[in-house]
């Protein structure tokens, strides 16, 4: 069975940063791209950034491009994203999510963690 | 930046009803890369359909998908009261690959 659990959330000010993680098991991990998606308090999903299998593509949201910097270690099973000069509409719930092949393009998510919680105010 | 929009907002159903929930594109969905999930209220989102029309693994067969090029459509064909949730379209052909804005599915 797939589990992929977010850890790293937290109450954080504006312009300050945090690291998301994301442990994954129960699927061979560098075989898929792997992805952060986020949802505001009361509103829709957001894709955030993806990353491809080997880690060499990557791709960013025009908001947090700049900003925000996805990486993986295929030895660990653990995917990250390093959020930095946070802003409030930043203010989300993080979700990891499993594509469902190797390159980040045109994939669908077929698995989701439960989500952490990033609230970025003064 | 291909926008999706659902359709309606809100449906308001009985237990055994048929539900039937729109998306629309602004541009063609290349190669019909339309994935559907449903949202429980504090749920990790859930894959329903990909590829406009196929069932993910474990999905009842109640949950149909269909459309192509910029409509799209997701049919629950008899409402069980676990399928009273928010529903949402995703394109996954263009980059950025983008939500429709949901269509919250509730009991009448």
């Known amino acids: 069975e797939v589990q992929l659990v977010e850890s790293g959330g937290g109450l954080v000010q504006p312009g300050r940063s945090l690291r998301l993680s994301c442990a994954a098991s129960?699927?061979?991990?560098?075989?898929?791209?792997m992805h952060w998606v986020r949802q505001g308090p009361g509103k829709g999903l957001e894709w955030v950034s993806s990353?491809?299998?080997?880690?060499?593509?990557?791709a960013y949201a025009d908001s947090v491009k700049g900003r925000f910097t996805i990486s993986r270690d295929n030895a660990k099973n653990s995917l990250y994203l390093q959020m930095n000069s946070l802003r409030v509409e930043d203010t989300a719930l993080y979700y990891c999510?499993?594509?469902?092949?190797?390159?980040?393009?045109?994939?669908?998510?077929?698995?989701w963690g439960q989500g952490t919680l990033v609230t970025v105010s003064s | 930046e291909i926008v999706l929009t659902q359709s309606p907002g809100t449906l308001s159903l009985s237990p055994g009803e048929r539900a039937t929930l729109s998306c629309r594109a602004s541009?063609?969905?290349?190669?019909?890369?339309l994935a559907w999930y449903q949202q429980k209220p504090g749920q990790a989102p859930r894959l329903l359909i990909f590829?406009?029309?196929s069932r993910a693994t474990g999905i009842p067969d109640r949950f149909s998908g269909s459309g192509s090029g910029t409509d799209f459509i997701l049919t629950i064909s008899r409402l069980e009261p676990e399928d009273f949730a928010v529903y949402y379209c995703?394109?996954?052909?263009?980059?950025?690959?983008?939500f429709g804005q949901g269509t919250k599915v509730e009991i009448k």
């Open positions: 590829g406009a029309s």
């Open positions: 995703q394109q996954y052909g263009s980059s950025p690959g983008t």
């Open positions: 129960g699927f061979t991990f560098d075989d898929y791209a």
């Open positions: 999510a499993k594509g469902d092949y190797g390159i980040p393009r045109n994939n669908w998510f077929d698995s």
């Open positions: 990353i491809g299998w080997n880690g060499d593509s990557v």
């Open positions: 541009q063609r969905v290349s190669s019909n890369y």
